[in-house]
């Protein structure tokens, strides 16, 4: 019976540049522009003072449009593309981490309440503007309003965000904020004064979601899990993966247990051939464990062949040593090219006593090739330096005597012919 299969989240990139101009964000904007730009008249009007007189308005509004900063962060660092619409529901949803989050705005509202200067006013807010977002990052990370209150923690964070193009974007959306900021709060710009307001929190909405950006991107470093991602996305491709290629091994071995095993490999060919061998390795892996190593054999034949062609020996020798103990100390490969590579490229003991049984029906499986001598001459030097049988290299090197006239001129027969003609004469 087949799995169920599994379920796939298509990640697209997270979108930054269009997202102040979405319909729910320029419904949250003018309705913030118009309440902070009536509090911000209020203050050119009554001055200071004016704060206190509308001070549940400004409280409020604060907590709402900061509260919302909060959520297009979170749920920007976990892979969202849309964001939820400000709601009282979306607070009272979110109300575990956004009570966390109002007592760090009521912070940084305090810091401006504490001084009258307006120099250092506006210190205090070009502070909270770079401070703030990290602070926030800070607790989504950690959900701990301690942490976010420590400048150390700020440190550390940056720390582990990469200095890519994408962090190099944030700051520089963070500081056209900034002067927006700058610009809106602290110039008169009388009938353009809702205007500028509007561009600024349209562009406070960009800057906290290409914060999101730069977290969720850096979400491994880190060390908090998303959603969705390019990450999640290929963990459930493979998951998808290996799960078809299971129900698809599970199909073979019912046929082969079933005495079909031409069945078995004609499915597995067209398989393989369909997706350009792009699985045979996950394949051959599944049915190598099998009991009856019939259909690993088979496949193993044409497997060895495209590793050589990539020159992936090491894999190569791993399939070619199952194969061979599989079939019991023997096996033959399709081609005497194949051969002859593994031939050459033969380093250890083990790999050298596979090629010697190889090579024993060499001339068998490839009549007539050009190269059998050399080969074979090969197979002898192994026998006797590598696998110290002499005997069996004798009638190897006897063989090309008889056999192969043209071998008698190369040095490495001379030699080996010697050796051997003399440890004859010894017994």
């Known amino acids: 019976m087949a799995t ?4 796939i989240d298509k990640f697209e990139d997270l979108e930054i ?3 102040p101009f ?3 964000n320029i419904a949250t904007t003018i309705f913030f522009c118009l309440i902070f730009s009536y509090l911000l008249g209020i203050l050119r009007v009554i001055g200071p003072a004016g704060f206190f007189y509308s001070i549940l308005l400004t409280y ?4 709402f449009f900061f509260g919302y900063l909060f959520v297009i962060v ?6 969202y593309q849309e964001i939820p619409k400000l709601s009282a ?5 979110e109300r575990s981490r956004l009570f966390k989050e109002l007592i760090l705005i009521s912070f940084f509202l305090a810091l401006f309440f504490l001084v009258d200067d307006t120099y250092w006013r506006f210190i205090v807010v070009l502070t909270s503007f770079l401070s703030f977002p990290i602070a926030t990052s800070v607790i989504i990370m950690e959900e701990s309003l301690i942490s976010a209150l420590n400048p150390l923690k700020w440190i550390r964070m940056i720390m582990d965000i990469n200095a890519d193009a994408m962090f190099m974007q944030y700051l520089a ?16 710009l009388g009938l353009f004064n809702l205007i500028s307001m509007a561009v600024f929190l349209m562009a406070a909405l960009t800057v906290f979601r290409s914060l999101g950006v730069v977290l969720h991107s850096n979400s491994e470093t880190l060390g908090f899990p998303v959603r969705f991602g390019k990450q999640v996305e290929e963990k459930q491709s493979q998951l998808a993966k290996e799960r078809e290629l299971s129900d698809f091994s599970t199909q073979l071995y019912k046929l082969g247990n079933a005495g079909e095993l031409n069945k078995a490999w004609e499915l597995l060919e067209k398989r393989l051939g369909d997706d350009n061998f792009a699985t045979e390795a996950d394949m051959f892996a599944h049915i190598r464990d099998w009991d009856n190593p019939r259909l690993a054999l088979k496949a193993g034949q044409g497997f060895i062949e495209r590793l050589i062609a990539i020159q992936d020996f090491r894999t190569t020798w791993n399939v070619l040593e199952f194969c061979y103990t599989a079939n019991g100390n023997d096996y033959k490969l399709l081609s005497a090219e194949a051969v002859i590579k593994l031939l050459t490229n033969a380093e250890t003991r083990t790999q050298k006593s596979i090629m010697v049984s190889i090579l024993r029906h060499f001339e068998e499986d490839f009549p007539n090739h050009p190269q059998t001598a050399e080969t074979l001459l090969t197979a002898a030097r192994f026998t006797a330096h590598d696998l110290d049988d002499f005997d069996s290299a004798r009638k190897i090197v006897t063989h090309l005597h008889a056999t192969y006239p043209s071998i008698h001129s190369n040095k490495t027969y001379e030699a080996l012919s010697s050796i051997l003609i003399d440890e004859t004469g010894k017994n």
Do not use: C, E, H
Not at 4 to 7: F, L, N, R, S
């Open 173 to 188: 959306i963070q500081m056209s904020t900034l002067l927006l900021g700058y610009v809106a709060l602290f110039i008169d």
């Open 4 to 7: 169920k299969p599994v379920w």
């Open 89 to 93: 529901n979306l607070f009272i949803a």
């Open 17 to 19: 540049a269009s997202f």
């Open 22 to 24: 979405r319909a729910g």
């Open 74 to 79: 979170d749920y920007t660092s976990r892979g």
């Open 60 to 63: 409020f509004s604060f907590m």
